[in-house]
């Protein structure tokens, strides 16, 4: 069992940065993928970013590329988030996601996650 905590959401001006955190519980969390997911009032949740529990392997969507990075710390349990140039579409409530993996698998569909948090609100004023 892993337990999944998100923080580092909050009020960002356009063109800001903001690093969400994902911090775990539970002893299987490296060997776990992990994904961060997004989800905007009225839209389904959306993938954003994902990386294998070796750290090695990231797959991020085409509108986060070259905005955000996704890493990890498996000696923190913590799953990390840099988000920068925020635009007003970035808007949303921010979910991490982990599921048991193999070292170098990423995974980019909601479906395929076992755990995940409660979620973390991300505000971009224009």
């Known amino acids: 069992q892993v337990q999944l905590v998100e923080s580092g959401g909050g009020l960002v001006q356009a063109g800001g940065s903001v690093r969400l955190s994902c911090a775990a519980s539970?002893?299987?969390?490296?060997?776990?993928?992990v994904g961060w997911f997004r989800q905007a009032p009225e839209k389904e949740r959306a993938f954003v970013a994902a990386?294998?529990?070796?750290?090695?392997?990231?797959n991020y969507a085409d509108s986060v590329k070259a905005r955000f990075i996704i890493s990890r710390d498996n000696a923190k349990n913590t799953v990390y988030l840099q988000m920068n140039s925020l635009k007003p579409e970035d808007t949303a409530v921010y979910y991490c996601?982990?599921?048991?993996?193999?070292?170098?698998?990423?995974?980019?569909?909601?479906?395929?996650?076992?755990?995940w948090g409660q979620g973390t609100q991300v505000t971009v004023s224009s």
């Open positions: 539970g002893r299987s969390f490296s060997s776990c993928a």
């Open positions: 996601a982990a599921t048991p993996a193999r070292s170098t698998t990423v995974f980019a569909g909601s479906g395929q996650y076992t755990y």
């Open positions: 990386v294998s529990w070796s750290g090695r392997n990231t």
